[in-house]
């Protein structure tokens, strides 16, 4: 074979937003936060129960959108950290009699290890070969979830059932309504958190990663260190989702988490917008609604419609929720103007 | 030693269909630059097409040819129409443009021929080969079709003016457009042909997996691997990966214990990934010197 | 006589930032034009201009025909060959699959082996490296190859792009010495833009000077390199 190797100038995968772009302004955050707060006390329990899974995925978006926004690391495998996070909770809360909310930092924890150790050899793979190296682990992580030796553990095929909490104190709202402020109150303290994250020195060098791997690593920036740590803090963020979606649907079993999860988390960061945070929760309800709008308009063809859907989506704003913020962001600019 | 040389012929017959499957990802590759994940059921709407054909009475191979003909069109009308459209569009989003191509397809396939598995006709038999218990005749004869469709790709890159000039564009689209090359439409005739290659596939695939909307699933997944293993720039790489897959595969499934079906995929996964870990740009891949 | 290709307040952007106010300036046939000026003036700006790489808006005509709203590949059918900066070599290819590749929007043919033969005789460099991978060529060598697949459009107008760039002084006096043959006899018109005012002034018959973007000098090539106050105010010797 030829000894020549082929050059490459690399542009990158994964456009940027800058960085006072990288949120809502604080109007729109705080008339967003006071919708969220309210809404369900106007609603019936099953579409806070509902909400509350938006808000749960929201939470798995956006750890997406720190690792491949963030750190321009591709991943189809947050499937399996999910996973991981769910069954944590599940285990601890009904074989360890722990109380649900103290089983949530330990799954992310645990999936901060895991990450942190997926990512070491994730080093040596970039772009479709991160893909498939992800792929791989969320496809094989519904079958390590039936292997018989942790059966005892896991409950094998059909899993375990996990009690939903009841709100503490005696405070008089629906387990629901509880689950769905106890949960926003963790979204809320992710996102800031994460916001805080990126915008920080850290921050800039991930996205520095991101752009231009080896000018960042001549500028000083510890690559390796820095995307192992992202895949490690994905990880555990996703894990804390999986934990609380453990919880909310009262259940968790090896095939409620295959690659469909995966692949359905990616199409909510592209919807959403890659690297723009407030978008994950739009992108989150785009897979927890669209879904059942497919099904509404045509039973037997919802998959078409889904995909359908979707390209109108991408046809639209092929930049995701954060397109029609700006679009929205610059008209307002424009009429403060008249 | 028996035991494992049988298990490794038995890989090669079986990996002549993740062989083949590979060329069309290649093939896509060459063309776009990424991996269209919608390929899979692309090919496996071409193959029931072919079915339908043969089931209205159309003999074999002119169902063969027609949906040949019919996939290679097909292939074109999609990118024109849907992801040219798409071509200044960020990566990650034409991404998602596969996966619902992917869903589309799918879900139309199922309303339309239903989730029934049906029996697809082999033209080459299915007895054993050779007398051998391992390769039947009909894997002898996709891995023969697969080598000549390798030669006939072969042929095409290096001794065609097309075929140079859908290299030249997907190496380097600017200078190629400064030679006077429409790099667009390189890209909608890399569809084309990855679409007809994906339909051979199917053909050649139905018989022994059976025919039905998600036979294409797992196939998908290793002809993937197999074209990285191989080197996604490369269609011989793609053919030997494919070999190389099945093998793995099944001596995975032989000599590993604890290894069911289900574990199988990420087994062979793994293995190929830890050969990337050692050779990032695949066996036969060029490697990639980033410039800054 | 109406000029070969004639350029009339042409604006360039790239993305919200202007690289051209208004350029204007025109190309008589058979000429060599060398188009100096600083770094980032927008030499290579107009170059893409002309062949529709970057978004801009004004008259650009190519022998009568507009070049507006044509694509890149369009234009070059046209008859217009575009060495770009750096060359734009297939380095993954052969020597002479570049040089095919130069030819593969011909519809003679016929004649493409032979004009291969001739880029040998002008460049016996590449003959001897015919099989070899593009991109291990030597840097003079590639800038040979780069204008040699030029040739093989049968250009009616040649755009050269800093053609001396990170080349030695001698290899860039041969390479120029060969560019004006091909001027002369095989009656090319080139268009060179040059950062080395020097050797281009010597070499063209026309020169325009741009500079942010507009044109603030030309004339014949000898006035202005004769030209004390301009050497120094816009080439800096």
């Known amino acids: 074979m030829s000894a020549v190797q082929e050059v490459v100038t690399e542009a990158p995968a994964i456009d940027a937003v800058p960085r006072k772009a990288m949120t809502l302004g604080r109007g729109t955050s705080l008339a967003v936060l006071l919708l969220l707060l309210l809404f369900p006390l106007f609603v019936k329990n099953f579409i806070i129960f509902q909400l509350t899974t938006v808000l749960i995925y929201g939470i798995a978006v956006l750890a997406l959108n720190i690792l491949t926004g963030g750190s321009g690391q591709f991943s189809l495998g947050q499937s399996a950290f999910y996973a991981l996070g769910a069954y944590t909770s599940a285990i601890l809360i009904e074989h360890a009699n722990m109380n649900y909310a103290l089983t949530l930092p330990i799954a992310g924890v645990i999936c901060f290890v895991f990450g942190f150790l997926f990512g070491l050899p994730a080093l040596r793979l970039s772009g479709v070969y991160l893909a498939l190296a992800t792929f791989a682990l969320a496809t094989a992580m519904p079958q390590l979830l039936k292997l018989g030796f942790i059966e005892h553990w896991t409950g094998g095929v059909q899993g375990l059932v996990v009690t939903k909490p009841d709100a503490p104190f005696g405070l008089p709202m629906s387990q629901d309504m509880w689950l769905y402020y106890f949960t926003l109150a963790i979204a809320i303290g992710i996102y800031v958190a994460s916001v805080n994250l990126l915008t920080s020195r850290s921050g800039r060098a991930l996205m520095a990663i991101r752009d231009n791997e080896i000018a960042a690593s001549a500028m000083g920036v510890d690559v390796a260190l820095y995307k192992t740590l992202a895949f490690g803090v994905s990880a555990g963020i996703t894990g804390v989702a999986g934990g609380l979606g453990a919880i909310a649907v009262q259940f968790v079993a090896p095939d409620s988490y295959t690659i469909q999860l995966a692949i359905n988390l990616f199409l909510g960061m592209v919807v959403g917008g890659v690297g723009w945070l407030p978008g994950s929760i739009i992108g989150a309800a785009f897979i927890v609604f669209i879904p059942n709008v497919a099904e509404s308009i045509s039973k037997g063809l919802s998959g078409a419609v889904f995909g359908v859907l979707l390209f109108i989506v991408i046809f639209l704003v092929p930049h995701g929720a954060r397109q029609v913020a700006f679009v929205a962001q610059s008209l307002i600019g424009k009429l403060r103007k008249n | 030693m028996e035991l494992f040389t049988n298990q490794v012929l038995a890989g090669i017959a079986t990996g002549a269909i993740y062989a083949c499957m590979a060329l069309a990802v290649v093939m896509i590759y060459q063309a776009i630059d990424h991996l269209n994940f919608a390929q899979g059921e692309m090919a496996m709407f071409s193959t029931f097409i072919s079915w339908q054909l043969m089931q209205w009475g159309i003999p074999y191979w002119w169902a063969f040819l027609l949906t040949l003909a019919i996939s290679f069109a097909g292939g074109i009308v999609i990118e024109r129409l849907l992801f040219k459209p798409l071509a200044k569009a960020p990566i990650l989003t034409n991404v998602a443009g596969f996966i619902a191509l992917f869903a589309i397809i799918n879900s139309v396939a199922g309303l339309i021929w239903d989730f029934t598995i049906k029996q697809y006709p082999t033209p080459f038999g299915s007895s054993p080969f050779l007398g051998s218990q391992l390769i039947s005749t009909h894997q002898a004869g996709m891995i023969g079709v697969t080598v000549i469709l390798l030669i006939l790709l072969y042929m095409f890159f290096q001794f065609t003016r097309v075929g140079l000039a859908m290299r030249a564009a997907a190496a380097m689209p600017e200078s190629a457009r400064l030679v006077g090359i429409n790099t667009s439409w390189m890209i909608a005739l890399g569809w084309g042909m990855a679409a007809a290659i994906g339909s051979i596939a199917g053909i050649l695939i139905a018989p022994v997996v059976f025919l039905e909307p998600n036979m294409m699933g797992g196939v998908l997944i290793y002809g993937f691997a197999a074209a990285v293993l191989g080197g996604l720039t490369s269609p011989l790489g793609a053919v030997v990966g494919g070999f190389l897959v099945g093998v793995f595969e099944n001596l995975a499934g032989t000599y590993i214990p604890g290894v069911g079906n289900e574990l199988k995929l990420p087994i062979a996964l793994a293995l190929i990934i830890t050969v990337l870990v050692v050779k990032p740009a695949g066996l036969f891949g060029r490697p990639i010197i980033k410039r800054v | ?237």
């Open chain 3, 1 to 237: 006589m109406t000029a070969m290709l004639n350029i009339k307040d042409l604006r360039a952007y790239y993305g919200q930032v202007q690289a051209l106010h208004g350029l204007e300036f025109a190309l008589n046939e058979g000429s060599m034009t060398t188009l100096l000026g600083a770094n980032g003036a927008g030499k290579t700006t107009t170059l893409r201009a002309i062949c529709n790489m970057v978004r801009s808006t004004g008259t650009i005509e190519f022998e009568g025909a507009a070049l507006n709203g044509r694509s890149t590949e369009n234009i070059v059918r046209l008859g217009i060959a575009h060495v770009p900066q750096g060359r734009g070599t297939f380095t993954t290819m052969t020597v002479e699959e570049n040089l095919q590749l130069g030819a593969i929007s011909r519809g003679d043919r016929k004649a493409i082996p032979g004009d291969i033969e001739r880029m040998y005789d002008h460049f016996p460099v590449l003959k001897e490296r015919h099989t070899q991978q593009a991109g291990t060529l030597s840097g003079g060598e590639q800038q040979m190859l780069a204008v040699a697949r030029a040739l093989m459009l049968r250009p009616r107008l040649m755009l050269l792009d800093e053609p001396s760039f990170g080349l030695a002084p001698l290899i860039v006096r041969d390479l120029f010495k060969i560019l004006g043959k091909i001027n002369r006899d095989d009656k090319v018109t080139i268009l060179v833009v040059e950062q080395n005012a020097q050797l281009a002034l010597e070499l063209a018959d026309t020169a325009y000077v741009i500079e942010t973007g507009r044109i603030v000098m030309s004339g014949a090539a000898n006035d202005i390199a004769n030209n004390e106050d301009v050497r120094k105010s816009y080439l800096g010797y």
